[in-house]
């Protein structure tokens, strides 16, 4: 059944802030935006990214959008208020946040450091919800907003060597239904979106290299084999992808705790 007009937000001329959104999945998504109309806050680390979140802000106004790029650790909870304030001081409002910023390492369980786990658990879970708390009082006073939590498939389904991140990413999920419920009644939903198999700097710099360890394969060519023998479509996922699946659920007024596979098949449930 198509969606009459009624039940789509329209995003023109609203603003949304994208974490992690320097490149990769989060630049996808921070255009994908601002082509439906939002002005977009590029929120990531600073300098160790600042040429690239320059990239995604002249991407983001060769739209026609305001882009207003924001350093920030989302570890840091005066930090991710700062980033709030900011962009309801330069932009005048808040109608979208997407929790895109993570990390990922591979190690087994008995080779992993506490550190390492922290690490990763810190940046991609609570991150997440330092940030969904941070928007909350906003979104809840102006009885609208959208809120979209970037998980994984391995948020569906653990992997060897993957515990900490699937941890964090199922914890995502949870994190995602248990607010949608909380804030419903405000008008705020809350859903997940689980990325497959896009090949971003997290594969390249850490899932490919330890599959063609195994392998005895190059990066690139492990990361073709892995999407030509587990993905039913037979191509991996690009951001925008991504992107287009928070455009919709940011359009969508009656869909709230779900967590939407974008994976070609490869993870179903």
Known sequence: ??????????????????TGAARGIGRGIAVCLAKAGCHVVIADLGDPVRADMDETARLVRETGRQALT???????????TAMVNRALDQLGRLDVLVN????VSVA???????????RVLSVNLTGTFLCCKAVLPHMTARQSGRIVNISSIAGKRGGPGLAHYSASKFGIIGLTQSLALEVARSNVTVNAVCPGEVETAMWSDALSPA??????????KAFQNFVETRVPLGRGQTPE????AVVFLCRADNITGV???VAGGTEMS
Request: cysteine-free; glycine content about 4%; proline content about 2%.
């Open 1 to 18: 059944m198509k969606e009459s007009e009624s039940d789509l937000m329209d995003l023109q001329d609203t603003v949304a802030i994208v």
């Open 70 to 80: 924001v350093d920030v650790d989302v570890r840091d909870f005066t930090q991710v």
């Open 100 to 103: 895109n910023a993570g990390v």
């Open 108 to 118: 087994a369980v008995a080779a992993l450091e506490e550190a390492e786990w922290n």
């Open 211 to 220: 599959l063609a360890a195994a392998a005895g394969l190059t990066p690139q």
């Open 241 to 244: 992808d991504i992107g287009d």
């Open 259 to 261: 967590s939407l596979i």
